[in-house]
């Protein structure tokens, strides 16, 4: 009824020695694991994780409870070996993983189920937008969580590489999990933190769009990070959901945990909205500032009869910090006027020009010197 396809690429990088990622990739089971620990013990616990995944019966993680009691035993697993073995004493490993149930009997609709441990990702490709389900288990999204980063900005954050939570540090770990239905044409990604930290999210949804054949799709993803630096091993898995027959048309909205992919949706929709309402500002400001500084009006310089009659480029009330400018000095003084004038000179009579400006200036004089 639904195919499912996959394709998986891995790679060790530009930088590092060793591939310290590990998958495994079965018709119906999908992981990515990303190991950390010194003297080889990354590549022991992302290896052991994999392993034991693989070693599952059909069927073992088909409910989210199920999954997240399979992974629980994983992390006491590689926990037992962490400290059994001298060398291997702090190794852990990030996990993400998709398992497919699809039954042909159609006794439920196909959908995936996912666990995560870590900043290892899943990503969802539908209707040509890429959602990401997964939520790392990270310092830097704590930080965005908590408003102070954007999400852009983790991506490059020195320390993006601090995992909150992973398999093997404690006797005890918290599974995040959650179903995603499947609908015919989705395409599912599980990558470690080493593509996601070199290629912006734009480009991994463009190459996911553009590459038709899962396994190409993965290849294209590995070789753009490599290309953007390659500084961690990347690892990526492209899972596609083919045979629209096959998918019951209740699926499309029956399940709560395509709200996942909500969040990023109205961030996306805030973070629109906030590039608008600072390129209106800024407009504002623009125009504001421009007839700030356009104009001219007539003040004395002071309140004393010495004062000079100043020409001023600008508003005479100013616009932000925007005041006004001295444009001409004369040589007209307060006390050279008439008072009728004087009067008139307080009340800061506008011009367009400089030229306009100084000409009222020139009569000024003469009807001063007349006066005089
Ligand atoms: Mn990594």
């Known amino acids: 009824m639904l195919t499912i396809r996959?394709?998986?690429a891995t790679d060790t990088g530009n930088v590092r020695a060793q591939n310290e990622d590990a998958f495994f990739a079965s018709g119906t089971l999908f992981a990515v694991a990303d190991g950390m620990g010194g003297h080889n013990a990354g590549e022991v616990a992302s290896a052991l994780t994999t392993q034991l995944l693989g070693a599952l019966p059909q069927g073992a993680v088909s409910t989210p409870e199920a999954f997240v009691e399979v992974v629980q035993q994983?992390?006491?697993s590689i926990y037992q070996a962490a400290t059994t073995a001298t060398e291997q004493r702090g190794m852990g490993t990030t996990l993400t993983a998709l398992a497919v149930v699809a039954n042909d009997d159609g006794a439920e609709p196909p959908h995936m189920v996912l666990a995560n441990v870590g900043d290892s990702r899943a990503y969802l490709l539908r209707d040509g937008q890429m959602?990401?389900?997964s939520v790392d288990h990270s310092y830097v999204q704590e930080l965005v969580t908590e408003g102070l980063l954007t999400a852009d900005?983790?991506?490059?954050?020195?320390?993006?590489n601090i995992v909150?939570?992973?398999?093997g540090i404690d006797i005890a770990v918290s599974v995040d999990s959650s179903v995603i239905p499947?609908?015919?044409g989705d395409?599912?990604?599980?990558?470690s933190d080493g593509l996601v930290d070199e290629v912006p999210p734009n480009e991994i949804e463009s190459l996911c769009l553009l590459q038709a054949n899962p396994g190409d799709a993965a290849n294209a993803l590995v070789a753009a990070a490599k290309k953007h630096g390659g500084r961690d091993n990347i690892t990526v898995i492209v899972i596609d959901a083919l045979s629209p027959a096959a998918v019951p048309s209740e699926t499309t909205n029956n399940d709560a945990s395509i709200s996942t992919a909500q969040p990023n949706r109205s961030r996306s929709a805030i973070l629109i909205g906030a590039v608008v309402l600072v390129v209106a500002l800024f407009t504002l400001f623009i125009v504001g500032a421009r007839n700030a500084r356009s104009g001219y009006f007539l003040d004395f310089d002071g309140t004393q009869s010495s004062a000079e009659v100043t020409v001023y480029q600008g508003s005479a009330n100013g616009f932000l910090w925007f005041g006004p400018t001295v444009a001409f000095v004369s040589d007209v003084s307060r006390g050279d006027v008439l008072s009728a004038l004087e009067r008139e000179i307080d009340r800061k009579p506008q011009f367009d020009s400089l030229k306009e400006a100084k000409s009222y200036i020139v009569q000024l004089a003469e009807v001063a010197g007349g006066n005089g």
């Open 164 to 167: 909150t939570r992973a398999l």
């Open 182 to 184: 499947i609908i015919a």
């Open 74 to 76: 994983i992390n006491q």
């Open 187 to 191: 395409r599912f990604m599980l990558c």
């Open 6 to 8: 996959h394709g998986v």
């Open 153 to 160: 900005e983790a991506r490059t954050h020195p320390r993006r």
């Open 131 to 133: 959602r990401q389900l």
